[in-house]
């Protein structure tokens, strides 16, 4: 008699731990469409969709499936981004017993996210940044507490604490810019990798990890690159605190067409090293920057014509620093690319170009007039070259 008590107990367990799964699966998915995503499109004034949720109790698991951002009106491209899944096995005992999240592991796989410029200058992800920074700047100061008792202004929402032990992202990057007439694109891959990321604790701390390694697609060809550091407590995206460090193999300079044509070139090879450091979400500059390698530069045939075919330096080497915040960080391109051809090294490398392509013509001659012929470029030549580039390098 026992045994059947204890066999119809465990039979109703199951049956209650099967219909709890069916109607979490179920139940999840409904609500998410009713509540969760209405809130999401009214606070971030973007369209999101979910094909479906899964649930696995024992494992303590969940996936959501599907996951669509539609792009604002005004752009080509349908979707901002797109996720075909993204899972997560949480530690339940952390759960029940302080309403924390211990999320112990997060896949996120198939994500593609896409920024677009349009042909107005607007980037398909101001409205989300905005809205953002609103929400932001309408909360009371972080610590402090809400007001009692009134009825006008709504009180904060507290997040629970939430902790990812570690977090796996295969994604695609496409950058598209619609400026230009035919649109500039440029797609990077990458594989992300994070480690005891969390919403709370010492803002100074940076004691989660950033591994990213990727793959600039140009045109059948890869560029890999990585960037790896340190990432303090995350409770609010746009006042982020890291500091990473990574390189870049050489890649075509004609990858970056839209880039390189502001400055007067049409082609050249580039690698080269970044550091970024940034504190409660801007950028320092005296730290954070880009350190770039350029050789076999080749001019526009305007510039070229413009600089009176002086050649290119034989190598460039430009520091770009990095400033501004991680909603609108700044990056003067043409202002590093000028001061840098405007260096003392750059000049002697031109003036040996052209040291060496005389000597080339001279037949023989150039032991006895290598000398007069360098001074008269650096008369001649580096003056001009000078007066050339300040006066045109935005050209």
Same mark, same amino acid.
């Given at each position: 008699?026992?045994?059947?008590?204890?066999?119809?107990?465990?039979?109703?367990?199951?049956?209650?731990?099967?219909?709890?799964?069916? +109607?979490?699966?179920?139940?999840?998915?409904?609500?998410?469409?009713?509540?969760?995503?209405?809130?999401?499109?009214?606070?971030?004034?973007?369209?999101?969709?979910?094909?479906?949720?899964?649930?696995?109790?024992?494992?303590?698991?969940?996936?959501?499936?599907?996951?669509?951002?539609?792009?604002?009106?005004? +752009?080509?491209?349908?979707?901002?981004?797109?996720?075909?899944?993204?899972?997560?096995?949480?530690?339940?005992?952390?759960?029940?017993?302080?309403?924390?999240?211990?999320?112990?592991?997060?896949?996120?796989?198939?994500?593609?996210?896409?920024?677009?410029?349009?042909?107005?200058?607007?980037?398909?992800?101001?409205?989300?940044?905005?809205?953002?920074?609103?929400?932001?700047?309408?909360?009371?100061?972080?610590?402090?507490?809400?007001?009692?008792?009134?009825?006008?202004?709504?009180?904060?929402?507290?997040?629970?604490?939430?902790?990812?032990?570690?977090?796996?992202?295969?994604?695609?990057?496409?950058?598209?810019?619609?400026?230009?007439?035919?649109? +500039?694109?440029?797609?990077?891959?990458?594989?992300?990798?994070?480690?005891?990321?969390?919403?709370?604790?010492?803002?100074?701390?940076?004691?989660?990890?950033?591994?990213?390694?990727?793959?600039?697609?140009?045109?059948?060809?890869?560029?890999?690159?990585?960037?790896?550091?340190?990432?303090?407590?995350?409770?609010?995206?746009?006042?982020?605190? +890291?500091?990473?460090?990574?390189?870049?193999?050489?890649?075509?300079?004609?990858?970056?067409?839209?880039?390189?044509?502001?400055?007067?070139?049409?082609?050249?090879?580039?690698?080269?090293?970044?550091?970024?450091?940034?504190?409660?979400?801007?950028?320092?500059?005296?730290?954070?920057?880009?350190?770039?390698?350029?050789?076999?530069?080749?001019?526009?045939?305007?510039?070229?014509?413009?600089?009176?075919?002086?050649?290119?330096?034989?190598?460039?080497?430009?520091?770009?620093?990095?400033?501004?915040?991680?909603?609108?960080?700044?990056?003067?391109?043409?202002?590093?690319?000028?001061?840098?051809?405007?260096?003392?090294?750059?000049?002697?490398?031109?003036?040996?170009?052209?040291?060496?392509?005389?000597?080339?013509?001279?037949?023989?001659?150039?032991?006895?007039?290598?000398?007069?012929?360098?001074?008269?470029?650096?008369?001649?030549?580096?003056?001009?070259?000078?007066?050339?580039?300040?006066?045109?390098?935005?050209?």
């Amino acid at each position: 008699m026992t045994r059947k008590i204890i066999l119809a107990v465990l039979a109703l367990c199951v049956v209650a731990v099967a219909g709890l799964q069916l +109607f979490l699966s179920y139940g999840l998915t409904d609500s998410l469409r009713k509540w969760v995503i209405p809130s999401l499109k009214s606070k971030y004034n973007a369209d999101v969709s979910v094909a479906r949720i899964s649930v696995n109790l024992l494992g303590g698991s969940l996936g959501v499936h599907g996951i669509k951002v539609a792009n604002p009106p005004g +752009f080509d491209e349908p979707l901002m981004l797109s996720a075909g899944e993204c899972r997560l096995r949480v530690g339940l005992p952390a759960l029940l017993k302080s309403l924390s999240a211990d999320i112990r592991h997060a896949a996120l796989k198939d994500v593609i996210f896409t920024v677009a410029r349009g042909r107005n200058g607007s980037l398909n992800i101001e409205p989300v940044l905005s809205a953002m920074q609103t929400m932001k700047d309408s909360a009371p100061a972080r610590g402090g507490a809400p007001s009692g008792g009134g009825s006008g202004g709504g009180a904060r929402e507290v997040l629970p604490n939430v902790i990812i032990k570690k977090m796996e992202m295969e994604s695609r990057l496409d950058y598209l810019d619609w400026q230009a007439g035919q649109p +500039f694109r440029l797609s990077i891959e990458l594989n992300l990798l994070l480690n005891n990321i969390a919403n709370f604790g010492l803002d100074d701390s940076l004691s989660g990890t950033i591994n990213l390694h990727g793959n600039i697609l140009e045109g059948g060809r890869k560029c890999a690159f990585d960037l790896n550091g340190r990432i303090a407590p995350v409770s609010d995206p746009l006042q982020a605190s +890291f500091e990473l460090a990574g390189s870049m193999q050489t890649i075509e300079l004609k990858a970056f067409k839209g880039l390189i044509e502001k400055v007067g070139l049409e082609d050249g090879k580039a690698s080269g090293t970044i550091t970024l450091a940034c504190r409660n979400g801007r950028f320092d500059p005296e730290k954070s920057m880009l350190r770039l390698k350029l050789s076999d530069l080749v001019p526009t045939k305007e510039k070229a014509d413009r600089m009176g075919n002086i050649p290119m330096p034989s190598i460039l080497n430009l520091v770009v620093p990095i400033d501004g915040s991680i909603a609108n960080p700044r990056v003067d391109f043409p202002a590093a690319f000028l001061k840098s051809m405007t260096s003392e090294d750059a000049v002697n490398s031109i003036l040996q170009n052209i040291i060496d392509k005389k000597g080339k013509k001279a037949d023989g001659a150039v032991n006895d007039s290598r000398e007069s012929t360098g001074a008269d470029a650096k008369k001649s030549g580096a003056r001009g070259l000078l007066d050339e580039i300040l006066g045109g390098a935005g050209k």
